[in-house]
């Protein structure tokens, strides 16, 4: 496993949709590819298999995605 990516969400934000983190963390290269991986159970938010593509992931929070962690701060 690589080592875990840590996002940041910005200022003015509370929250990023699932699909909008993959595809800002480099590990998709489009929104159908990010939207296919979460349809597909491939995705776990807090080490639980999440399948809303638009889920509003906050800081604190843990994804995990093809073996690789992102950690939101």
């Keep these: 496993m690589q080592a875990p990516i840590v996002f940041h969400l910005r200022q003015d934000e509370e929250f990023?949709?699932?699909i909008s983190l993959l595809k800002a963390?480099?590990?998709v290269?489009?929104?159908s590819e990010a939207?296919?991986?979460v349809s597909s159970?491939?995705?776990?938010r807090n080490g639980i298999i999440?399948?809303?593509k638009r889920?509003?992931?906050r800081s604190g929070e843990t994804i995990e995605y093809n073996h690789q962690i992102i950690n939101i701060i």
Excluded: F, H, W
């Design 50 to 52: 999440e399948l809303r």
């Design 16 to 18: 990023i949709p699932l």
């Design 25 to 27: 963390t480099n590990l």
């Design 29 to 31: 290269e489009t929104g």
């Design 35 to 37: 939207q296919d991986a």
């Design 55 to 57: 889920a509003k992931i």
């Design 41 to 44: 159970g491939q995705v776990q």
